[in-house]
């Protein structure tokens, strides 16, 4: 939890006395000591190694043991595992994630069990078709683990997909690198033909939303929300399609697309636009049940920074 940044004012005995939240950081160096290998290979050889042990040919990933424990501590021997595998439960999402891992949600937590492992790995899972929800992950889903381009040697150099969303061409390719992937090319939902009631909502909604744009403008502490941000977002719903220009502090709507946004929005009905500005439900809670769906992952940030300006506006005078 990051608190806010503000200060109260404490009074004892009497007197007043101003008081403020401030943060502090420490820093301190970590050797990775006996498990330096398994690092070093994700790091610097896009390898997985796993720990096989010779007399039972347990094999275990990560190899967090140096001796096994079931064969009277015969000493392991280091093996280069398969990058490919199973998910062994039904991951959970993250989408509220502390300050470490804030800039990679949404993402789930699953463990994966390579293939000719007999102890899963702990990994964070993406998809690359959009937004992650709870669906696409399940027991038993096959998945190629991921290298990020910048590895420093640590258990989030490495991320899981679904082998299904990767061309057959790279589905065998060892130490395939995030860039090596389509990010951009998400799988739409389907809207139903806009009805006589889904336009109305739409044109009241447009209404709405050009209402709150203009009262962030007079909005201090809405601007902060999108201060040094800049996206153009292209919204669909089933009573008809609107942009939101989000640009350093300001907030503009017009009906209709525009060409090359940043990202896409897909909303199964306008009112969750509705709800959304009137507190009865959050942009946010909208993806994790499915209804809203946008086509990058890493743009919930984006829908983050929407998500507070209800609340801002509403606390602006008073
Ligand atoms: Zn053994």
């Not at 061309?167 to 990010?183: F, I, M, T, Y």
């Not at 403008?217 to 008809?240: C, F, H, M, P, Y």
């Amino acid at each position: 939890m990051v608190p806010e940044i503000e200060s109260e004012v404490l009074e004892v005995r009497g007197e007043r006395y101003l008081q403020s939240n401030e943060s502090m950081f420490t820093f301190y160096k970590r050797t990775k000591g006996e498990f330096s290998p398994y690092f070093l290979a994700l790091k610097e050889r896009k390898v997985i190694l796993g720990a096989k042990c010779p007399k039972c040919k347990l094999v275990r990933v990560p190899p967090f043991v140096l001796f096994c424990p079931e064969c009277d501590f015969e000493p392991i021997e280091l093996v280069e595992m398969p990058d490919t595998g199973v998910m062994n439960s039904t991951p959970p999402v993250t989408y509220f994630a502390h300050s470490l891992f804030e800039h990679q949600v949404p993402f789930g937590r699953g463990r994966v069990l390579l293939d000719g492992a007999d102890t899963a790995l702990p990994i964070h899972v993406y998809t690359t078709k959009g937004v992650l929800t709870p669906r696409i992950f399940r027991r038993g889903t096959r998945v190629k683990v991921i290298f990020r381009e910048n590895r420093v040697g640590k258990p989030t150099d490495i991320f899981a997909v679904p082998i299904a969303e990767i061309p057959r061409e790279k589905q065998n390719v060892r130490g395939l690198q995030e860039s090596a992937l389509d990010w951009e090319s998400p799988v739409e939902p389907e809207l139903p033909t806009p009805d006589v009631e889904a336009k109305k909502i739409y044109h009241s909604t447009l209404l709405q939303l050009k209402k709150m744009a203009s009262l962030v403008a007079q909005s201090e502490r809405a601007q902060k929300d999108l201060a040094g941000w800049k996206r153009r977002i292209n919204v669909k719903t089933s009573g008809g399609c609107f942009t939101l220009l989000i640009d350093d502090g300001k907030l503009d709507v017009q009906e209709g697309e525009v060409k090359g946004p940043d990202f896409i929005m897909v909303a199964k009905h306008p009112a969750i636009f509705s709800d959304w500005m009137s507190f009865r439900d959050s942009l946010t809670n909208a993806i994790i049940a499915e209804r809203l769906w946008i086509s990058l992952n890493r743009e919930f940030t984006t829908v983050f920074k929407l998500d507070r300006l209800p609340r801002s506006i509403k606390r602006t005078g008073q």
